[in-house]
Every structure is written in C-alpha cells, then in structure tokens.
C-alpha cells in the first residue's frame, strides 16, 4: 500500500515507523518535511501530509500513533459507533501502566490491559468491543452505564462471562464496584431482569391471574406477551431500562401491540426507568386497569 493511502485512511497522519515499513528512508522524509510534503506535529515521529484537512477521525488517529497506545473508553465507543456521549477528549490506555506526558486532548489511562483485550477495528488500536463497554460500565456515571449495559446486552456486545472475566482477573481495579452493580443485568438479559421485578411486585400486592410470556399469535405470526391478563384481556409490555436493540425488534412491538388493540386488548407500557424509579404508580396503573 501506497504511503499516502496509509495516511489518508488515518486521517492525514502516518509515523515515521511506518513510512520506514514502507521502504521509505529517513532521508526521503527529511527531504518531504523541508518542502513541506510532510508536516510536523506537536508528537515526535508523527507528521501530517502536507494540505491535508482535519478530519473526524484525526485525533484518535494522533492519539494512537503518538502514544503508541490503544484508543479506550468513550472514545473506544465512539469508534465501534455505540452512540454514546463523550468527552472532548481522546481516551487511550498504557499497556504497560507507565507514566506518559499527555499530549493536549487527550486523557491516558494507566491500568494493566491484556493483549486479547486489543484489537484493530477500521485500522485503529482499539480495545475490544466488550473491553469498551466495561471501561465505559464502570467509568461513567450510573444511569449512563446502565443505559449503555441495557443496549450492550441486547445487541450481545457482551456477555456474563465478559464480566466475570473482568471482576476476577483484575480485582481492585476502578469501576469494578459499579460493574458487580449492573451485573445481575446482564446475566440473564435485561429485559428478564425488568419482567422478574414487575412479576415481584405482582406477588408482593396479592395480584393473581395472570400469566407471563402468555403466546399471543395474529397475522400469522407468534408473539409473546410480557405479562397479561388473559381473562380480562390485559397485556403489560416492558421495555427493558434504555431502549430496544434494534429498528427490527422496536418495529416488532409496535406490531404486536397495534395486533393486540385490534384483537381487543388493553396494553400497558412500562419502562425500565418506571419499575425502578417509580414503582409505586407501576402498580397503581395496573390496579386501576384491573379494577376498572
């Protein structure tokens, strides 16, 4: 591959390692750099091309290449597009936990990271998807790991044993409390998790007939209804605590709720955010249905 195609796949930049891989010898460089074919950075050994505009990409590229060191965190989700509201920073993580001079914009983390931990995703030095989602889980704030655990879960980003893995090779390490927190989430799903809660508080306010995962089919098609009430036609939906994991299964729901209105059924919508921070009128919604 070309040097300038290296460079303009990582945002302009490329280091003097790697026009060195390419055959490319010093003198040459020194050469491009006095006619202004290759420019310098504030990071040495890492030029820019000569008139080449910033691009999105440009800082986790420099970031990388200067630290030689993995993108992580907020920024790692950025780049696997997690969609998921950051810093202005760029995150990396030393392999090696040694100090490094931060360069400006850019936020170093010092913990021991394995090497299945790092990948390459779109040519960059990344931690892995999982990886990232952990770092972020146990970094950001609480309701925010618990929007991001809720959309990793079902987009099977991670799994239990990515958690585990975590909490037992790297005990003490920050964020691992926060983690332990939002764990029970993620073993079984956070949707079952949600439905276990309301089917709790079901039980706990004497509230009989009614049946869960009840197989409702219409159109020809099999669904399943989170809770219902088959006597009186009641169906109580969970949305998981954040939002469903795809256009293709929220699209799914509405299908099956606008199918259970047709059939004459009432349908209750209930959030995550609803069972744990007001469960109080969760139940009262339901009871003035039931009574009705």
Same mark, same amino acid.
């Given at each position: 591959?070309?040097?300038?195609?290296?460079?303009?796949?990582?945002?302009?930049?490329? $280091?003097?390692?790697?026009?060195?891989?390419?055959?490319?010898?010093?003198?040459? *460089? $020194?050469?491009?750099?006095?006619?202004?074919?290759?420019?310098?950075?504030?990071?040495a050994?890492?030029?820019?091309?000569?008139?080449?505009?910033?691009?999105?990409? $440009?800082?986790?590229?420099?970031?990388?290449?200067?630290?030689?060191?993995?993108?992580?965190?907020?920024?790692?989700?950025?780049?696997?597009?997690?969609?998921?509201?950051?810093?202005?920073?760029?995150?990396i993580?030393?392999?090696?936990?040694? =100090?490094?001079?931060?360069?400006v914009? *850019?936020?170093?983390h010092?913990?021991?990271?394995?090497?299945?931990?790092?990948?390459?995703?779109?040519?960059?030095?990344? +931690?892995?998807?999982a990886? +990232? *989602?952990?770092?972020?889980? #146990?970094?950001?704030?609480?309701?925010?790991?618990?929007?991001?655990?809720?959309?990793?879960?079902?987009?099977?980003?991670? +799994?239990?044993?990515?958690?585990?893995?975590?909490?037992?090779?790297?005990?003490?390490?920050? #964020?691992?409390?926060?983690?332990?927190?939002?764990?029970?989430?993620?073993?079984?799903?956070?949707?079952?998790?949600?439905?276990?809660?309301?089917?709790?508080?079901?039980?706990?306010?004497?509230? +009989?007939?009614?049946?869960a995962?009840?197989?409702?089919?219409?159109?020809g098609?099999?669904f399943?209804?989170?809770?219902?009430?088959?006597?009186l036609?009641?169906?109580?939906?969970?949305?998981? %605590?954040? %939002?469903?994991?795809?256009?293709?299964?929220f699209?799914?729901?509405?299908?099956?709720?606008?199918?259970?209105?047709?059939?004459?059924w =009432?349908?209750?919508?209930?959030?995550?955010?609803?069972?744990?921070? =007001?469960?109080? %009128?969760?139940?009262?919604?339901?009871l003035?249905?039931?009574?009705?």
């Amino acid at each position: 591959m070309q040097w300038t195609r290296v460079a303009e796949l990582q945002g302009g930049l490329i $280091s003097r390692g790697q026009l060195e891989a390419l055959g490319i010898p010093s003198s040459t *460089v $020194s050469r491009w750099l006095r006619s202004g074919r290759l420019v310098r950075t504030p990071a040495a050994g890492v030029f820019r091309v000569g008139g080449a505009p910033a691009a999105p990409a $440009s800082a986790a590229w420099f970031a990388a290449l200067s630290s030689h060191s993995p993108v992580s965190f907020v920024s790692a989700a950025r780049w696997w597009e997690m969609q998921l509201d950051d810093d202005a920073l760029v995150h990396i993580t030393r392999f090696d936990r040694r =100090r490094l001079d931060w360069p400006v914009g *850019v936020r170093v983390h010092r913990v021991a990271l394995r090497g299945d931990a790092v990948t390459r995703h779109r040519g960059l030095l990344v +931690t892995t998807r999982a990886e +990232t *989602v952990l770092d972020c889980m #146990g970094w950001l704030s609480l309701g925010r790991a618990r929007v991001l655990a809720d959309r990793a879960v079902q987009q099977r980003w991670i +799994t239990m044993a990515d958690v585990d893995r975590r909490l037992r090779a790297q005990r003490g390490r920050g #964020g691992n409390r926060q983690i332990r927190l939002l764990a029970p989430f993620i073993g079984d799903g956070a949707d079952a998790e949600s439905e276990r809660r309301l089917q709790r508080m079901l039980r706990n306010a004497n509230v +009989t007939g009614w049946i869960a995962h009840l197989p409702f089919f219409a159109g020809g098609r099999r669904f399943e209804i989170d809770i219902a009430f088959p006597e009186l036609k009641l169906a109580i939906e969970i949305d998981g %605590y954040a %939002y469903h994991s795809s256009d293709d299964r929220f699209q799914r729901d509405r299908t099956k709720q606008n199918a259970l209105i047709a059939a004459g059924w =009432r349908v209750l919508r209930f959030t995550w955010a609803d069972l744990d921070d =007001r469960p109080g %009128y969760v139940l009262a919604q339901i009871l003035q249905l039931l009574a009705a």
